[in-house]
C-alpha cells in the first residue's frame, strides 16, 4: 500500500464497515455531523476505502480488509470494536504505519454482569422454571444460595473481574489463576491443559475462560 502521509481534512472520512443484520454505533448521526462516513459491508469496502484516513470495524469478525488493503491508499488508523483484533491482522497491515486500536476494556463490565447472571440461572434453575411456567405448572422446590461461595475464574485477564457496581450476591470470595502458555507452539486448544472441573468442590462455583 502506498501511504500519503497528509494532514487531516476538517472533516475526516471514516469507512464504517459493518454487516447485514449488524445493529449500527449508538449515535452515528452525531458521529455524521463530526466526519464524512461511508457505511459498507465487506462486499463494498474496497469501494469505500480510497482516501479514507479511518475504519471502523463494526463487523468484529470480518476479515475483508486483507482483500481490500490495495483500495486503502490513505488509510492512517484501524480501529477494532471488540477486545481482540485476530481476525484483522495480516502481514501488510503489521508492516504498515497504520495505527490499530481495539476496545480493549470495554467489555470487562458487561461480561462480568453475564458471567454472574449465568450463575445465578445455573443456581435458581431458571431453566427448570421456564418449563413450568410454559406447562402452567407451580412447584416449590429448593435452590442453592449463591451469597457466600467461593468464585474460581481461570483464566484471568480484564474481564475476570466481579461486575462494578454489584452488591448482594456478589459479595462472596472470589479467586483467580492465570495459566501459563505451554513452552512449544500452541497448534489447538487441545494443546493446553484442562482443569478437571469434576473435582471442584460442591461449596464453590466455577466458571472460566480458556486463556486468549
Not at 77 to 97: I, P, Y
Request: proline share 6%.
Amino acid at each position: 500500500m502506498t501511504q500519503h502521509h497528509r494532514g487531516l481534512a476538517t472533516r475526516p472520512t471514516v469507512v464504517l464497515l459493518t454487516a447485514d443484520g449488524v445493529a449500527p454505533p449508538a449515535h452515528l448521526d452525531e458521529f455524521r455531523g463530526l466526519v464524512e462516513v461511508r457505511q459498507c459491508t465487506a462486499g463494498t469496502l474496497a469501494e469505500a476505502l480510497p482516501g479514507a484516513e479511518v475504519l471502523l470495524v463494526w463487523d468484529i469478525f470480518s476479515d475483508a480488509l486483507a482483500s481490500a488493503w490495495h483500495a486503502a491508499d490513505s488509510l492512517r488508523w484501524v480501529h477494532v470494536a471488540a477486545a481482540g483484533v485476530d481476525a484483522l491482522l495480516f502481514d501488510e497491515l503489521r508492516e504498515s504505519d497504520v495505527l490499530v486500536t481495539n476496545a480493549r476494556g470495554v467489555f470487562d463490565g458487561p461480561i462480568a454482569e453475564y458471567v454472574l447472571a449465568c450463575v445465578l440461572a445455573h443456581d435458581k434453575q431458571l431453566h427448570r422454571t421456564e418449563a413450568l411456567q410454559r406447562a402452567g405448572e407451580w412447584r416449590h422446590r429448593e435452590t442453592t444460595r449463591v451469597a457466600g461461595r467461593r468464585a474460581l475464574v481461570v483464566g484471568t485477564g480484564g474481564s475476570a473481574g466481579p461486575p462494578r457496581g454489584c452488591s448482594g450476591p456478589w459479595d462472596s470470595t472470589s479467586g483467580g489463576r492465570g495459566v501459563d502458555p505451554p513452552t512449544t507452539t500452541r497448534t489447538s486448544a487441545s494443546s493446553w491443559t484442562r482443569p478437571d472441573w469434576q473435582s471442584t468442590s460442591a461449596t464453590s462455583t466455577t466458571w472460566s475462560w480458556w486463556p486468549r
